[in-house]
C-alpha cells in the first residue's frame, strides 16, 4: 500500500492502521480488497474527512492520499512528506 500525504493545517488528530488492503483512519474503517487491478474507487465514493482523492490499485497495491493535520509550526517532514510505503499490517508511522 502506497499512502501519499496532504499537508494542512487542522486542528484534527489522524491515526492510521492497515489491515491487509484496509485502513483504519481514527476508528473508521475503510476495506479497499475489493477494487481490482488497475480500477480506481472514486473519492465522491468515500466518507471521509482524511481520504482525499481517488483510491487506485496498481500493480497490486493500494494507492490513496489522505490529509496530513498539522498544527501552526509543522516540523520540516510534516510539510514536505514522503510518500508512506507499507507492506507488514500494523499502526502506520506518520511524520
Known amino acids: 500500500m502506497?499512502?501519499?500525504?496532504?499537508p494542512q493545517r487542522r486542528?484534527?488528530?489522524l491515526s492510521i492502521e492497515?489491515?491487509?488492503d484496509a485502513l483504519i483512519i481514527n476508528e473508521v474503517f475503510y476495506d479497499f480488497a475489493p477494487i481490482p487491478e488497475g480500477a480506481t474507487l472514486p473519492s465522491v465514493a468515500i466518507k471521509s474527512d482524511?481520504?482525499?482523492?481517488?483510491v487506485v490499485r496498481k500493480n497490486g497495491e493500494i494507492e490513496?492520499?489522505?490529509f496530513l493535520p498539522h498544527g501552526a509550526n509543522?516540523?520540516?517532514e510534516q510539510v514536505f512528506p514522503q510518500p508512506i510505503v507499507i507492506h507488514d499490517d500494523g499502526k502506520v508511522n506518520l511524520p
Open 64 to 66: 490513496l492520499t489522505i
Open 74 to 76: 509543522p516540523r520540516l
Open 11 to 13: 486542528a484534527n488528530l
Open 18 to 20: 492497515k489491515m491487509g
Open 2 to 6: 502506497i499512502i501519499n500525504l496532504a
Open 50 to 54: 482524511f481520504i482525499v482523492g481517488d
